[in-house]
């Protein structure tokens, strides 16, 4: 069974702060973990996944995050975020690539403030 | 590349009526999602469908149903609607027994409202 838990429900920064979004997991086989964003009213966009090879993986519009299977974390982190970064962040969790049923956290409501 | 489509965007029901919801997967993927994101209860897995079988399913009731056509695009029904059923059901798309490659795709959601 998979499971995964993002801490903290809402994150709130400056513009221009370091944004950094928590999520362990729980697997009882090799995880594959992704981190997706939401925008208001639309879908879900892939922002990067692990998938084994590295264990730092970057994704898009300078977001990044580290699998560290000790502490069964995968936290998501930006440097600088950006007023458009405002958005609702989803780490997920499965099995076998993206092959089967993803299992997702509750979500983590970021708010960028000027 | 044009990406999952879903329609319609918007989905106005009575209880008690049946709902039927549509997702076009990317061209080239055979494996279609189903998942459930209702206020207060997250993402939940619905369905999964590949090369027109039903893969997996999720902890819904049998009222849940669906199907994949040949050409991969697929149906969501949901019968004698409930209120909780309101949600926004989100299709994602992938290339289907990928392995590590495969990355499931999500189209833009349709908003189903329970009356």
Not at chain 1, 14 to 25: K, P, Q
Not at chain 2, 71 to 78: D, G, K, T
């Amino acid at each position: 069974a998979q499971s995964v838990t993002q801490l903290g429900s809402h994150v709130s920064v400056s513009e221009g702060a370091l944004v950094l979004l928590r999520c362990n997991y729980s697997s009882s086989v090799p995880p594959y973990l992704f981190w997706y964003v939401q925008y208001p009213n639309q879908g879900l966009q892939l922002l990067l996944k692990y998938t084994s090879a590295a264990t730092l993986v970057k994704g898009i519009n300078g977001f990044e995050a580290e699998f560290k299977k000790s502490e069964t974390s995968f936290h998501l982190t930006k440097p600088s975020a950006h007023m458009s970064d405002a958005a609702e962040y989803f780490c997920a969790v499965s099995g076998q690539g993206g092959s089967e049923k993803l299992v997702f956290g509750k979500g983590t409501k970021l708010t960028v403030n000027p | 590349e044009a990406g999952v489509t879903q329609s319609p965007t918007h989905l106005i029901k009575t209880r008690g009526q049946q709902a039927t919801l549509r997702c076009s997967p990317i061209s080239g993927h055979t494996s279609v999602y189903w998942y459930q994101q209702a206020l207060g209860l997250g993402l939940q897995f619905l369905l999964w469908y590949d090369e027109g079988e039903e893969r997996n399913r999720g902890n819904f009731p049998p009222r849940f149903s669906g199907r994949q056509f040949p050409n991969y695009s697929s149906e969501l029904n949901v019968n004698a609607l409930e209120l909780e059923d309101s949600a926004l059901y989100l299709c994602a798309s992938s290339r289907g027994f990928g392995g590590s490659t495969d990355t499931q795709y999500f189209g833009p959601g349709t908003r189903l409202t329970v009356l």
